[in-house]
């Protein structure tokens, strides 16, 4: 990794980067900024992925989009990040059917500068498999990294934001609903 990874309590990066926001002609990119889900009073989720036209990564890309509806109910910002360009994000969701009405932005890091100081970048130039929830403050309060094999659970980051978002004591696999501890 290119540094250490960045963990809870801390700050989210600036940046200001294009994106791959849709496949219709003319509106395809838009500048995705760290303010925009701050200004909004959101808080954000964003999920890195390795790289476009791969394998493990339209599966999780694809599970985050049928869950959009359930981030955007818990009041998020969704953002889907790899090194690839925008053009790129747009000809992988043009050719694959599962990406094509995604409800969330792709966006392109080619400087490989956020993933950098997010300190997630491999030795390969490419990003790991990452998630970060971030508070509508901008201080990250969960990071979960896994190796590039293994896909992420979409299920556990909804219920991690639960846990967080109650701002109370959350007991091991406490689910949305359930009692909180009150010591």
């Known amino acids: 990794m290119s540094g250490r990874v960045l963990s809870v309590g801390q700050q ?5 980067m294009n994106a791959c926001v849709s496949i219709e002609k003319g509106k395809e990119f838009k500048t995705i900024t760290n303010e925009d889900h ?6 954000m989720v964003m999920f890195w992925y390795p790289k476009d036209f791969t394998f493990i990564c339209p599966t999780e890309i694809a599970e985050f989009n ?11 910002m969704l953002i889907g990040a790899s090194t690839d360009t925008e053009e790129v994000h747009l000809a992988w969701r043009k050719d694959h059917d599962d990406l094509r009405d995604l409800k969330f932005p792709l966006l392109a890091d080619t400087s490989k500068a956020l993933a950098s100081e997010l300190g997630i970048l491999q030795p390969g130039s490419v990003a790991y498999r990452a998630t970060f929830i971030v508070d509508p403050h901008g201080t990250i309060q969960w990071v979960s990294v896994n190796n590039d094999s293994v896909g992420r659970n979409v299920a556990e980051v ?10 109370e004591l959350c007991p091991c696999n406490w689910e949305k609903g359930e009692d909180t501890l009150n010591p």
């Not at 989210?12 to 200001?16: H, R, V």
């Open 12 to 16: 989210f990066p600036e940046f200001s």
């Open 66 to 76: 049928n869950n959009a509806s359930e981030f955007a109910d818990r009041d998020v």
């Open 158 to 167: 909804l219920r991690t934001l639960d846990a967080i978002q109650t701002d």
């Open 38 to 43: 701050k200004k909004a009073g959101q808080w």
